[in-house]
Antibody, heavy 115, light 112 residues
């Protein structure tokens, strides 16, 4: 069974940092791209960024709203993807999901940026 | 950025009746590899989004065959041939042909 489990969310002050993790099982992790998608309360889905596989040179792309502040990475030996978030803003408050697009989604991890 | 436009915003459907949702993209989603990168997701109340359809018309594992996807280029449709109570939720289309990946605004389906 394919499972993605996000963790690492929490309450952080504006300007702060947080690192999210996405542990993947039951799926060919190293051959796949992984994406982070967020959803503010009562709002739609917003793509945050992705990291491609080793075969695609671990290329990363980001939404304009997070470029320069967020970094997607991965550790193929641990079947885990990460989202490092810095210079957090109140508008980054959302439920953050990871997904392989053609995989189930995780349950999400809540990030709240507030003073 | 590719803009994804979904219609209608909401649908109220009698159980057993059909329903369809339209999704239009501002650019063709047909890749040079021959695939068209259009996905459909359903987010049931209080749950994470779940994949229904990938690459326009391929049903994900476990998705009932009364749910189908069609279309090409820039025009796509999700069809539910006979709506059931479990189909309630928000439906999103999404393109992944080029970053930034973009979602439609969502269509809320409810039961009459």
């Amino acid at each position: 069974e394919v499972q993605l489990v996000e963790s690492g969310g929490g309450l952080v002050q504006p300007g702060g940092s947080l690192k999210l993790s996405c542990a993947v099982s039951g799926f060919s992790f190293r051959d796949s791209s992984f994406h982070w998608v967020r959803q503010a309360s009562g709002k739609g889905l917003e793509w945050v960024g992705r990291i491609r596989s080793k075969a695609k040179s671990y290329a990363t792309e980001y939404a304009a709203s997070v470029k320069g502040r967020f970094t997607v990475s991965r550790d193929d030996s641990k079947n885990t993807a990460y989202l490092q978030m810095t210079s957090l803003k109140t508008e980054d408050t959302a439920l953050y999901y990871c997904t392989g697009l053609s995989t189930p989604w995780g349950q999400g991890t809540l990030v709240t940026v507030a003073s | 950025d590719i803009v994804m436009t979904q219609t209608p915003l909401s649908l109220s459907v009698t159980p057993g009746q059909p329903a369809s949702i339209s999704c239009k993209s501002s650019q063709s989603l047909l890749h040079s590899d021959g695939k068209t990168y259009l996905y459909w997701y359903l987010q049931k109340p209080g749950q994470s989004p779940q994949l229904l359809i990938y690459e326009v018309s391929n049903r994900f594992s476990g998705v009932p065959d009364r749910i189908s996807g069609s279309g090409s280029g820039t025009d796509f449709t999700l069809t539910i041939s006979r709506v059931e109570a479990e189909d309630v939720g928000l439906y999103y289309c999404m393109q992944s042909i080029q970053p930034p990946l973009t979602f439609g605004g969502g269509t809320k389906v409810e039961i009459k």
